[in-house]
């Protein structure tokens, strides 16, 4: 008895220096000794299972039917710059803005046309009054003439207006962008933790495989078996709503992209290795390209030239509007002689004439005061859209910096050693050391540290997008 006392304590003490070396700075001899135990474990059970089924041992198969194939294709999946594409030439919003530029053009050309002539025919007849052989025709035309510029300026500015629909049609297709990433990275998270989910109900089912032989041969508690048959429930739970996440964001992004709901959609990326385009080293740099490339900011100046044109033309519409007439008249009378009888008298007359209109009570007042106040208004968004193009690139460049930190640690201090932890842990619990409990417990730390992970990766690629729309450079040249 006191000999088996001082055996098992001795195997304690084995175990508690296994445990020890692997958290120290001994990792080789650990992972030597875990594989080792591992080994022997994996082939008392493939000698048991050989030994029921009386054949060779299988090629095992994953135990989990993955669905992430449903979403995922490395060789024929969309890519970001895929999606966009496709999004700036078939989203149905972008499609109805662009013909605010067609209805800019038509007013261009309406603002090209010279007014109408005007035709006036009167006819005078005497013969209701009295006096039947007395009449006059008269045929006159006037042709309103644009004096002061006033059809140069309408034309300047129905020309600032289809530059200025260009630029706000390049400003939707930034934001469209945005939407397109922000989705894309939500899908491309939702992958990520259905992946995460996969892999570890793949090894609690294989763990639980192992415990169930051990139950069977009455070297577990049947507790322990349910412990870990709750915490498969719990990991196939959470793989049914990475799913539907999944489902959810691809959805978002076929309405974005103009695809139909029935249309399949894979992804081609992973959330660690999507391909954007490269940005400025610094802040200072990249303040610079933005300020010149917003179409935001563009569309603020342009707002400015618009305003200015305005004015020009309200200006040039208060002078005294001018036109010029001409009259043709034929006129018929009849001059009565005593004794001699009646005899009619033909008139014919060619007038000309101008007519001015005075500007003594309406000058435009009011229309040249809006028009300098939109100017002002114009300057002012200007400046406001300028400050806020430098917030939200050095917005973006301080959060993407910070992802990058957090990436950083995460890849290398928490993940290798949380992994570690969960192998150190499962070997020991093989060995039959410790609770299934404490096994389960650090496969949860390892679920959020890995939860974690992609909510890095995801804040990193937020910011790299948030980042390129606040630069304004296009993803996809036209």
Do not use: H, W
């Not at 474990?41 to 992430?68: C, F, G, H, I, Y």
């Not at 650090?442 to 937020?462: C, F, K, M």
């Amino acid at each position: 008895m006191c000999f088996l006392m001082r055996g098992k304590s001795l195997k304690g003490a084995f175990i508690s220096l296994l445990i020890i070396l692997t958290s120290g700075n001994f990792l080789m001899v650990s992972a030597q000794t875990k594989v080792s135990i591992l080994q022997k474990e994996n082939k008392q059970v493939s000698d048991v299972a050989r030994d029921k089924t009386d054949s060779e041992t299988p090629v095992e198969k994953p135990l989990v039917v993955s669905v992430l194939p449903n979403y995922y294709d490395a060789q024929t999946g969309a890519s970001a710059i895929d999606l966009i594409s496709r999004a700036l030439q078939a989203n149905g919003e972008l499609v109805a803005a662009r013909l605010e530029i067609e209805k800019a053009r038509a007013r261009l050309t309406q603002s090209r046309l010279r007014p109408n002539p005007t035709l006036e025919v009167e006819q005078t007849s005497g013969r209701f009054l009295g006096s039947p052989g007395e009449g006059d025709l008269s045929v006159g035309a006037t042709l309103p003439l644009e004096l002061y510029g006033q059809r140069k300026r309408r034309i300047e500015l129905a020309q600032v207006e289809i530059t200025a629909r260009e630029a706000e049609i390049s400003n939707r297709e930034r934001q469209l962008t945005a939407e397109v990433l922000t989705n894309y990275a939500e899908a491309l998270a939702a992958l990520q933790e259905l992946k995460i989910t996969e892999n570890l109900l793949e090894l609690d089912l294989q763990t639980a495989r192992f415990v169930q032989i051990r139950v069977n041969e009455g070297e577990t508690p049947p507790l322990e078996l349910s412990l870990l048959q709750v915490e498969v429930e719990r990991l196939r739970s959470g793989q049914a709503l990475s799913e539907g996440k999944l489902e959810a964001a691809l959805t978002g992004l076929k309405l974005l992209v103009g695809m139909s709901s029935e249309e399949p959609l894979r992804l081609r990326e992973q959330i660690s290795t999507v391909n954007l385009p490269q940005v400025p080293a610094t802040i200072e740099t990249a303040i610079d390209a933005a300020l010149r490339t917003r179409p935001d900011i563009r569309i603020a100046q342009i707002e400015e030239d618009l305003a200015a044109a305005g004015l020009r033309l309200v200006r040039a519409q208060s002078r005294p509007d001018v036109a010029v007439t001409t009259r043709y008249t034929q006129g018929v009378s009849e001059t009565t002689i005593p004794n001699l009888g009646t005899f009619p008298d033909r008139t014919r007359t060619l007038t000309f004439g101008i007519s001015i209109g005075l500007p003594v009570f309406n000058k435009n007042q009011g229309a040249k005061a809006e028009a300098e106040i939109a100017i002002r208004q114009a300057q002012e968004r200007r400046a406001f859209a300028e400050k806020t193009v430098r917030a939200e690139v050095t917005g973006a460049f301080q959060r993407l910096r910070a992802a990058s930190r957090a990436l950083s640690i995460l890849e290398t201090a928490v993940l290798p050693r949380s992994e570690q932890n969960i192998k150190t842990l499962r070997a020991v619990y093989e060995l039959g050391e410790i609770k299934i409990t404490d096994l389960i417990a650090e496969q949860r730390r390892l679920l959020d540290a890995n939860r974690d992970l992609t909510e890095t990766l995801t804040a990193r690629l937020r910011a790299q997008a948030d980042l390129q729309n606040a630069l304004g450079v296009p993803f996809v040249q036209k």
